[in-house]
């Protein structure tokens, strides 16, 4: 069988080359792609793109579904329109497979709950990288002895959210093994706001934004005369295209959100 495929945000850094990996990949077909500025018969138009794609562009997601009829919907887009996306895809019966960051707890908990009421699978992956996802198991598991965590999450500067979503799923995996905790000295007071970072449970954030990164985290554990350092780079955006092809292909078998790919490797 086919897996019909419409990708939101394809003219992004991560959509074209999520497109590329579609393209390639048997028993996948890209049926459409979902933009809301760009307003063209193909993604063809494109200088980013081959000039014999004929792939549809669509600025209405409804529309986009009614007529192409994907099955599953790859979103890269951004923190404003992702949760809108999600929630249209799964009342229409189309998998969602959401790479897009910056959910608040909130709506990924409305989410899971559209989901299972639909009994429509859809991967909400703050990480695609294989290599992201042992990091964030790693720390998992090493905080349960190190229980002094700081997180620093470095990125190119043109991303809108922060902290990353892998800097908050791996504070979110952190939580569930440890008691939460101040830390730092009781005392201690902040001179210029946010010196001390982001705090999730007691766990620091840091955001690094530069140009010249992609996406890197460091996990730093501090005990007593020693630091335990966990790192994950990732150097370029083909990275993250075999988890993303990993997702399509499970959860067409889902009927229900899983949020981190830990939860199905
Ligand atoms: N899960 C993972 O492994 C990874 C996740 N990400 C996440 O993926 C998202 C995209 O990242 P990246 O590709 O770097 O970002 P880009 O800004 O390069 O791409 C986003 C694209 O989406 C477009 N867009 C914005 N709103 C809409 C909308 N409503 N409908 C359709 N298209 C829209 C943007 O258009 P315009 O620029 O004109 O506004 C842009 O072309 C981010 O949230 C990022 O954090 C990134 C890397 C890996
Ligand atoms: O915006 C990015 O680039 C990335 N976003 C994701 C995040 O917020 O964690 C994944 C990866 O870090 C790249």
Redesign the pocket.
Known sequence: MTIKVAI??A?????REAVNTVLKRDGMELVAA????YVGESLAELEIFSPNLNVPIYTDLTNLIQETTPDVLID??????VYE?TKVALLHNVRPVV????FTEEQLAELTHLAEEQQVGCII?????IGAILMMKFAQEAAKYLPNVEIIEMHHD????AP??TGVKTAQMIREVREGRKQGHPSEHETIDGARGADFDGMRIHSVRLPGLV?HQQVLFGGEGQLLTIRHDSFN?ES?MD?VMYCVETVMSLDRLVYGLENIL
């Not at 979902?34 to 500025?37: A, P, R, S, T, V």
């Not at 890269?76 to 329109?81: A, D, E, R, V, Y």
């Open positions: 939101a945000g003219r992004g850094k991560m959509g979902l933009d809301y500025k890269l887009t951004n923190p404003q329109s996306h790479g897009t960051t910056g992956a703050p990480n695609f990288a043109r991303k809108l959210d990353s979503g996406a955006r993250f988890g």
